[in-house]
């Protein structure tokens, strides 16, 4: 790849990588030098062993903006980050697929006034909570940047969820609960045209092996979601997971099987499913 390609390509994700910046650090100047200290590493790299570039510069940038969170936040945030650090820091993995506009329409679901709620969380929950509720990353995708096992990144997205949503100026819970409550009667009922207009265009799902293993390949895009859920749902449970709405079921009284949504704007942007135990067991789930 010549260097007028590999700047053309990175020109295309710029705005993306700025989305990003701009969201965990709160500022667009900040996110001006993080992007620019993303090019830069980038320069400095093998690009033949880079196998998705998108992939490889959403971790990168996140990884600015994690030292540069931790710079901010100066001695005594650094502290109690060194404390939260659990067990089994995770190496580099391999790249994976990351879609642009998925994550771009994604970061317009939260506002500016949940800023001034970001910057009382440490840098690891910050960066976890924004990947994962903001951009639909996986628990898997944000490990790496923040040096966690997905367990351990679940918790810290998690513990900055309940933080965020125990302000009740922020506190859209309810009226997330109407849309996913609609969400699984359409479902029962087989009623495609309401799923698929709860649904955004760019709704993402996810699922965990467990989960993975028994629902097939999963859905890509808002038709084919709808398809997949419409007859189904059948049996689930309204319930909080780790703060957000969601639904379980329950067969015989234990979790086998929890679903959480991203809601914004009365449409439904992320779907994920986990049906591992123990990932379940780590969960902090709540019957509503």
């Given at each position: 790849?010549?260097?007028?390609?590999?700047?053309?390509?990175?020109?295309?994700?710029?705005?993306?990588?700025?989305?990003?910046?701009?969201?965990?650090?709160?500022?667009?100047t900040?996110?001006?030098?993080?992007v620019?200290?993303?090019?830069l590493?980038?320069?400095?790299?093998?690009?033949?062993?880079?196998?998705?570039?998108?992939?490889?510069?959403t971790?990168?940038?996140g990884?600015?903006?994690?030292?540069?969170?931790?710079?901010?936040?100066?001695?005594?945030?650094?502290?109690?980050?060194?404390?939260?650090?659990?067990?089994?820091?995770?190496?580099?993995?391999?790249?994976?697929?990351?879609?642009?506009?998925?994550?771009?329409?994604?970061?317009?679901?939260?506002?500016?006034?949940?800023?001034?709620?970001?910057?009382a969380?440490?840098p690891?929950?910050?960066?976890?909570?924004?990947?994962?509720?903001?951009?639909?990353?996986?628990?898997?995708?944000?490990?790496?940047v923040?040096?966690?096992?997905?367990?351990?990144?679940?918790?810290?997205?998690?513990?900055?969820?309940?933080?965020?949503?125990?302000?009740?100026?922020?506190?859209?819970?309810?009226?997330?609960?109407?849309?996913?409550?609609?969400?699984?009667?359409?479902?029962?009922?087989?009623?495609?045209?309401d799923?698929?207009?709860?649904?955004?265009?760019?709704?993402?799902?996810?699922?965990?092996a467990a989960?993975?293993?028994?629902?097939?390949r999963?859905?890509?895009?808002a038709?084919?979601?709808?398809?997949?859920?419409?007859?189904?749902?059948?049996?689930?449970?309204?319930?909080?997971?780790?703060?957000?709405?969601?639904?379980?079921?329950?067969?015989?009284?234990?979790?086998?099987?929890?679903?959480?949504?991203?809601?914004?704007d009365?449409?439904?942007?992320?779907?994920?499913?986990?049906?591992d135990?123990?990932?379940?067991?780590?969960?902090?789930?709540?019957?509503?």
């Amino acid at each position: 790849m010549t260097d007028d390609t590999l700047a053309q390509r990175f020109e295309e994700q710029r705005p993306r990588l700025h989305a990003v910046a701009q969201r965990l650090l709160g500022s667009p100047t900040d996110a001006d030098d993080a992007v620019q200290e993303t090019w830069l590493r980038l320069s400095r790299t093998d690009v033949s062993a880079i196998g998705n570039l998108p992939g490889w510069l959403t971790t990168v940038v996140g990884r600015v903006c994690l030292d540069a969170l931790r710079s901010r936040a100066g001695r005594r945030e650094r502290g109690l980050d060194v404390v939260e650090i659990e067990a089994g820091r995770v190496d580099d993995e391999p790249e994976r697929t990351v879609d642009p506009a998925e994550e771009t329409l994604l970061a317009e679901s939260v506002g500016q006034a949940l800023q001034v709620v970001l910057d009382a969380l440490t840098p690891a929950e910050r960066i976890a909570f924004v990947l994962h509720d903001v951009f639909a990353l996986s628990f898997e995708e944000i490990g790496p940047v923040v040096g966690r096992t997905p367990t351990a990144t679940r918790q810290l997205a998690s513990r900055a969820r309940r933080r965020v949503q125990a302000d009740p100026a922020r506190d859209e819970r309810p009226q997330q609960r109407q849309v996913v409550d609609a969400f699984f009667s359409a479902a029962r009922n087989g009623r495609f045209d309401d799923l698929l207009h709860l649904l955004d265009p760019s709704v993402v799902v996810r699922a965990d092996a467990a989960a993975a293993l028994v629902s097939g390949r999963l859905p890509v895009g808002a038709k084919a979601v709808a398809r997949y859920f419409s007859g189904r749902a059948q049996g689930v449970r309204p319930a909080l997971i780790d703060g957000a709405v969601g639904g379980v079921i329950l067969p015989g009284g234990g979790v086998r099987l929890a679903i959480s949504f991203v809601v914004a704007d009365d449409r439904i942007l992320a779907i994920e499913a986990v049906a591992d135990p123990d990932q379940l067991a780590v969960m902090d789930i709540v019957l509503t």
